[in-house]
């Protein structure tokens, strides 16, 4: 099962030629949401119409997965209870991955697309979250 994926339009921090230097780089997503249902995160490269039936393997995009795993139950109102919130930060490296979209252009999409674990439809939220790229 799969939700909406959520784009973002995220600027490469330097280009392509440093991370021929052996630099690493990461996706880092800030503001994940834990206090809900367990799910994976795939995240997809510069292919905004990424979605739950993109397979990773063998995807030109596909830049790694981020798997969160939740307190269960159902994610609390942000306006109504902030302290019940556990928001997390995630990095996941992917250099060739952003390597690649770095030839291609200085701004790039990532696509985080959440698929569920079992077969019920986890609470999941992203509108909060806050994704950029790390070279280092």
């Not at 994976?40 to 393997?57: S, T």
């Not at 995009?61 to 302290?83: E, F, K, M």
Request: hydrophobic share 40%; aromatic share 6%.
């Amino acid at each position: 099962m799969t939700l909406e994926p959520r784009v973002f339009s995220v600027e490469v921090p330097v280009g392509d030629e440093d991370l021929e230097d052996g630099r690493q780089a990461d996706i880092v997503l800030e503001g994940l949401e834990q206090a809900g249902d367990s799910f994976v995160l795939r995240l997809f490269l510069n292919d905004p119409d990424a979605d739950g039936d993109a397979e990773p393997a063998g995807h030109p995009g596909y830049a790694g997965s981020v798997h969160i795993y939740g307190y269960g139950g159902t994610l609390p109102d942000r306006a109504q209870s902030p302290a019940t919130q556990m928001p997390m930060t995630r990095r996941r490296t992917a250099t060739e991955a952003i390597r690649a979209a770095a030839h291609e252009s200085k701004q790039m999409t990532v696509t985080l697309v959440p698929v569920a674990y079992g077969a019920t439809e986890p609470d999941v939220r992203l509108e909060n979250v806050h994704v950029s790229v790390l070279v280092h």
